[in-house]
């Protein structure tokens, strides 16, 4: 016999299955098929007998309980979200003032440091004026030195360009760039 070739329970004649018609029409069907017209426990449509037959219980008593049910749980939400709220609110005023006396703390101990606008090379904000001697000393030192470097660059990059040693155009010689000498660096003392 070819599957799928028997014939479904219903069309075969009850007397020669054995069953009664209802017990083959729930035969019939896939496992876990339920009738669309009944109800079994725990489905949506399902009251119970005791339920459903009780004499005080109505339809607006029901409703009722509901709209009483879903305002309590309403409720509750709301006053998680206000809770929340409050203790979000206490935890950021908490770490202002936290943050508020840290600042507080570091403007004490930075009081005589850092207020005062003045270069760390020893020199007058407005007249760039050296105050002190080793701050002159420093100073000369460091625009030698640049002068010294700028024009030792100067004499090489010239150097570079004339390979001949003359004037190509004018055939005469070429200027000489002096480059003044490396000054002396002060002692580490006076430099501090």
């Known amino acids: 016999m070819i599957f799928?070739?028997?014939?479904?329970?219903?069309?075969?004649?009850?007397?020669?299955?054995?069953?009664?018609?209802?017990?083959?029409?729930?035969?019939?069907?896939?496992?876990?098929?339920?009738?669309?017209?009944?109800?079994?426990?725990?489905s949506d449509g399902y009251i119970g007998e005791y339920h459903r037959l009780h004499p005080l219980l109505t339809s607006a008593e029901e409703l009722r309980h509901d709209r009483v049910v879903e305002a309590e749980r309403r409720q509750r939400v709301i006053e998680t979200r206000r809770r929340r709220c409050c203790e979000q609110e206490a935890s950021l005023r908490q770490r202002r003032e936290e943050e508020f006396q840290r600042e507080q703390r570091h403007k004490e101990q930075i009081a005589g440091l850092s207020i005062r606008n003045e270069p760390g090379d020893g020199r007058d904000t407005i007249?760039?004026?050296?105050?002190?001697?080793?701050?002159?000393?420093?100073?000369?030192?460091?625009?030698?030195?640049?002068?010294?470097?700028?024009?030792?660059?100067?004499?090489?990059?010239?150097?570079?360009?004339?390979?001949?040693?003359?004037?190509?155009?004018?055939?005469?010689e070429l200027p000489s760039i002096v480059v003044p000498p490396m000054p002396a660096r002060p002692p580490a003392a006076e430099i501090a």
């Open 4 to 42: 799928g070739s028997e014939p479904p329970l219903y069309l075969k004649p009850v007397g020669r299955r054995g069953l009664r018609r209802h017990e083959a029409d729930a035969l019939q069907h896939y496992p876990g098929y339920a009738h669309p017209v009944v109800q079994f426990p725990g």
């Open 127 to 172: 007249t760039q004026r050296c105050m002190t001697v080793d701050a002159l000393r420093q100073h000369e030192y460091t625009s030698a030195a640049e002068r010294h470097k700028y024009f030792a660059r100067q004499r090489r990059l010239f150097e570079k360009n004339n390979l001949h040693g003359y004037n190509i155009i004018t055939g005469g």
